[in-house]
């Protein structure tokens, strides 16, 4: 490696990590937190037991998770950043993708957690509620913990691919850590290495990621017996 290319290293790796730290790791922890609040109430909605005009409630939620699962992620953040100041609503890049991120998470992790649950026996539900539990108990005590292990590896990935995906802010003029290696590289010319050391970055988090994945599913699993 000679003196400039180790310098150019040296120069633009810290600013890439600190456009990590500062914007793409927040990104995707808010996102993801506020999209599985979402995705739980979503889940919930479409597996009550509603009737009459509250039918049209689960019809809603079915329609966003329909919409945002049927559309790129890219096309929803144009939607929100450019397109809705049209009709006066109006948000700054960094709000505008957080509704973007949380509603895509929210959507595809509807459907994460409704499965987990439906996987769970109907069995433990009959079981539960002969004892004398409410619904409601018979969901927080015991489906609640089986599917939120069963669900533990999708969701993992989903987060760890929301990692990736907040490189789109970029579209939006957030100065995210890929939006750092595309300036550098405009000054420097050495594309190669400025995008290369960004996708080192994204791999390094990733891997982190992947190692506290496997610890988590270790320790959810705790109490299921090993099969030999």
Known sequence: MSSSTWEIVTSSLPQIITAAVKYTIPLTLISFVLGLILALITAMVRLSLMRGPFQIVRGLFWGYVWLFRSTPLLVQLFIVFFG?????????????????????VGAYSSETIRAAILSIPNGQWEAALTLGMTRRQVLFRIILPQAVRVSLPPLS?????????????????????????????????????????????????CTVLTILQSYLEKWTSRYVPTQH
Not at 157 to 180: R, Y
Request: hydrophobic share 55%; no cysteine; aromatic share 12%.
């Open 157 to 205: 990935n989903s987060f760890i691919g929301l990692v990736k995906d907040t490189s789109l802010a970029s579209s939006i003029t957030i100065v995210e850590m890929f939006t750092v290696g595309q300036q550098i590289s405009a000054k420097t010319y050495e594309p190669l290495l400025l995008y290369s050391l960004v996708a080192l970055v994204y791999l390094v988090i």
């Open 84 to 104: 809705l100041p049209n009709l006066g609503i109006e948000f700054s890049p960094w709000i505008a993708a957080i509704i973007t991120f949380t509603l895509n």
